[in-house]
Nanobody
Framework: VQLQASGGGLVQAGGSRRLSCAASGRTFASYIMGWFRQTPGKEREFVATISWHGDSTLYGDSVKGRFTISRDNARDTVFPQMNSLKPEDTAVYYC?????????????????WGQGTQVPSPQ
């Protein structure tokens, strides 16, 4: 499966942004979708994940209560909605896909990755 992330760009402090990740290739609903973020010099941080049909979600502690992940299997797309953005949310955000619900918060467990989209520091 090929993944294309988009939606990054300037945001206001306390504002909102919705990213998206479009998938192509194999059946989108076969994949668990995850989002991770990374800043220079740091390891990739878990943001959120969603199960095949959206009935299960998990969030990283730093985004819990502010971010919401959803998916539209008819459009082969997953959406993290980011609210109440903070300077520490600044990062390159990556979407990822895997087939099995095994350690879904661990980056190394994901098989496919998108190219990343930059979310700059809120202004």
């Amino acid at each position: 499966v090929q993944l294309q992330a988009s939606g990054g760009g300037l945001v206001q402090a306390g504002g909102s942004r919705r990213l998206s990740c479009a998938a192509s290739g194999r059946t989108f609903a076969s994949y668990i979708m995850g989002w991770f973020r990374q800043t220079p010099g740091k390891e990739r941080e878990f943001v959120a994940t969603i199960s095949w049909h959206g009935d299960s979600t998990l969030y990283g502690d730093s985004v819990k209560g502010r971010f919401t992940i959803s998916r539209d299997n008819a459009r082969d797309t997953v959406f993290p909605q980011m609210n109440s953005l903070k300077p520490e949310d600044t990062a390159v955000y990556y979407c990822a896909a895997k087939l099995r619900w095994v350690e879904p918060i661990v980056a190394s467990r994901y098989d496919y990755w998108g190219q990343g989209t930059q979310v700059p520091s809120p202004q």
